[in-house]
């Protein structure tokens, strides 16, 4: 099971995301994703049209104002080469191959062509779950997910299987990104830290012994995990 995960992660890794006026549609991938997603009982979110599709923000305002980068565009996948990553970025009519240490002293973060929302910080790219006074995070190449129709989002799938892949977290949207390192139990330093203004919710967290209630979908405990820890990381930042 883990290997043929691993072999799922790969093939996602793998596929390009053009630029935007060059996005075609993958029906041999798609199929092969409708079958995964149908083995674990989860039903993939529609496709959409997303103003934030494959661009690049300076900032978190930015994003949220939908006021991109002008002539720059993810044009490829992620890819990864001996710890190093890197994406292809079209500026203009070229197109780069840059490390996402060089792209995080300029950006923010990018788009996928799905319009889920990405943050660029020293050597990776993390997938924002939750943005807000706390920020939750998935590390881009553990994890998979799409943007749903209302405008949540929807993990499809960790990348090793049911306990591979690590939740991450900062202070706001600019702080420094850390591993939450959450226990079934509820039990997190960082997040002690980080909710020391509202001690109670994190202790909620430790008290609530449900693993399942939280998305309607039928995720694998790891990452009910993840939804669970967005909960209450959205109950903090609604104080």
């Keep these: 099971m883990k290997s043929i995960l691993f072999l799922i992660g790969l093939l996602a890794s793998s596929i390009s995301c053009f630029a935007q006026k060059d996005q075609k549609a993958n029906p041999r991938f798609d199929k092969f994703m409708d079958k995964v997603a149908d083995s674990k009982g989860v039903s993939r979110p529609e496709k959409i049209e997303s103003p934030h599709a494959n661009h690049f923000y300076k900032t978190y305002a930015d994003f949220i104002a939908v006021n991109p980068v002008p002539d720059v565009l993810l044009s490829g996948a992620r890819k990864e080469i001996l710890g190093s990553v890197s994406y292809e970025v079209s500026m203009g009519t070229e197109i780069k191959k840059m490390k996402v240490s060089e792209l995080a002293s300029t950006y923010w973060g990018f788009c996928n062509k ?72 509820g039990k997190s330093k960082a997040l002690e830290k980080m909710m020391a203004a509202h001690p109670e919710i994190l202790n909620a967290l430790k008290n609530d012994r449900e693993d399942s209630n939280y998305v309607k979908e039928k995720y694998h405990k790891r990452e009910n995990l993840t939804f669970k820890i967005q909960h209450y990381i959205r109950q903090f930042n609604s104080l």
């Design 114 to 185: 799905y319009g889920v929302l990405f943050r660029l910080y020293e050597k990776d790219a993390y997938m924002v779950i939750i943005a807000g006074n706390i920020t939750q995070y998935v590390k881009s190449g553990d994890c998979t997910g799409t943007l749903n129709n209302d405008s949540t989002f929807t993990l499809l799938y960790g990348m090793a299987g049911q306990g591979g892949y690590l939740d991450y977290g900062s202070l706001g949207t600019d702080g420094e990104i850390v591993n939450l390192d959450v226990s079934y139990s």
